[in-house]
């Protein structure tokens, strides 16, 4: 993972805090969203569409994991 990652990443955390409700299973229409965000946030750099896809379903899917555990275990 590289820095730019990195900062992609953490920019995806604020993104995923005001747009996604962390309650629901992500749908590819919020992956799409986020994936898009990444894209726009590297300036709009053509052939990293795979990579932000991959990305984006990363991180919503390990959001939703983390709000079940903490539903779970309540």
Same mark, same amino acid.
């Given at each position: ?9 953490? !920019? /995806? ?5 005001? =747009?996604?409700?962390?309650? +629901? ?6 992956? $799409?969203? &986020?994936?898009? =965000?990444?894209?726009?946030?590297? /300036?709009?750099?053509? $052939? =990293?569409?795979? *990579?932000?896809?991959? &990305?984006? +379903? ?9 709000? +079940? !555990?903490?539903? *779970?275990?309540?």
């Amino acid at each position: 993972m590289t820095v730019s990652d990195l900062a992609l990443r953490l !920019d /995806g955390e604020r993104w995923m805090t005001r =747009h996604i409700d962390a309650q +629901e299973r992500p749908t590819p229409a919020q992956i $799409g969203q &986020l994936a898009y =965000h990444f894209y726009d946030t590297r /300036g709009r750099q053509d $052939g =990293h569409d795979v *990579e932000d896809w991959l &990305l984006a +379903e990363d991180e919503l899917t390990r959001r939703y994991w983390l709000v +079940e !555990d903490n539903i *779970e275990s309540a």
